[in-house]
Each structure stands twice: as C-alpha cells, then as structure tokens.
C-alpha cells in the first residue's frame, strides 16, 4: 500500500484528468473558430436543430457556469493547508517586558515532538492571544504508530513543558494525525 489516503489521491487524480480534457476541450474549440485548427467547418451546426433557443437561455447556462465555476474555485481553495495567524506574545515582568513570536515559542516543541518514536515530522502554530491561546499541531506519524500513546506522550511530556514556558494555565490543542509512507528504523 502506498497511500493511507488513497480516495484523496483517486479525487485528485480524476479532477486532475477533468481539469486537462476540458481544456483540451474549450483550446480545441477556440483552434477551431479562429481556424487555426480546419477539422471542422466553424458555420457548420454542432447540433442540428431549427432556429436558435430565447436569449433566456444563454443566461441561464451563463449563470450557471458561473456558479458552477466559483464553486470549483472555493473548493480548490478548500484543498490548501490553512494555519491560522500567529502573533508577537508581550510577557511584562518586575525588569522590562520580553516579546517572542509565538512561531518561535513553537519551533523547539515542535523538534521535540519530531524526535519521538514513531514520528516522521511535526508542525505547530500557536494562534490567538495570551488570554485565549490554541495550539495546532500537525504530526506526521509512520503507518505503524500507537496514535493513542503518541498523544498521550505529548500531553503529558511536551505540552507541559511549553505551558510552563509560556507561563499559561491551559493550553487547548487541536491535533492532525497524517500518515507516510516511509517507515524508520527497524531493530531485528
């Protein structure tokens, strides 16, 4: 097996295909009535009928290529990774303030969460503010990894130390859980 995900790759594959045969479609025709292409006559009728249909119907499909169009787009734009909007944290203390980049608060955890057994990679965002935090982590594991005590490790060893460090009494995270291909070492 080469994918975890295979329906996701089967969808994008197929939408890929549709993609390419509808251009292939509209450049065949747009060939075809400048006369760069002379397969087909461009005064001949695609479909032989008398008369042309009400000028209603031209707007009609019109709309409905547009509709259809925008709704092709808001789901290619649904396919991209979003992570929400990180900010600059200001901690106040008796000798100044100190501001750190909440990315930069997140890297070392991140590291570390990468360096556990079964983990291929990790990606965390820390968004909000200080009084409402939220922590997205995103872990790659292998195929063969205990989900389950692979969170359960994070919880209690790597989130504690970043609230500590953070100084914050909660910390409400949201995993994603991907899978690879790619397994690692083995001991025989």
């Known amino acids: 097996m080469t994918s ?7 969808n994008r594959t197929l939408l890929a ?8 479609g509209g450049g065949f025709a747009v060939a075809t009535h ?3 292409l002379r ?4 005064s001949t009728q695609l479909i032989p009928a008398p008369g042309t249909p009400p000028t209603w119907v031209f707007y009609v499909v019109a709309v409905v290529a547009v509709v259809v169009g925008l709704l092709a787009v808001r ?20 000798g100044g303030a100190t501001r750190i980049d909440a990315g930069t608060a997140t890297g070392p955890l991140a590291e ?10 990790a990606a965390a965002t820390l968004a909000g ?3 409402d935090p939220a922590l997205y982590l995103t872990i790659t594991a292998e195929q063969d990894a205990d ?22 009494n909660s910390l409400p995270a949201v995993f994603e859980f991907r899978f690879t291909a790619k397994t690692g070492a083995r001991a025989h």
Do not use: M
Request: proline share 4%; aromatic share 8%.
């Open 112 to 121: 570390e969460i990468g360096t556990y057994q079964g983990v291929h990679a």
């Open 39 to 42: 397969v087909l006559d461009p």
């Open 75 to 94: 789901w290619l734009a649904a396919q991209v990774l979003r992570r929400p909007k990180t900010s600059v944290w200001q901690f106040a203390g008796t």
């Open 147 to 168: 989900l389950g005590e692979l969170r359960q490790r994070v919880d209690e060893h790597a989130l504690t130390r970043l609230r500590e460090a953070l100084d914050l």
């Open 17 to 24: 295909l549709t993609g390419l045969l509808l251009l292939a």
């Open 129 to 131: 503010s200080q009084d």
């Open 4 to 10: 975890i995900n295979r329906p996701a790759r089967l």
């Open 34 to 36: 400048f006369r760069w």
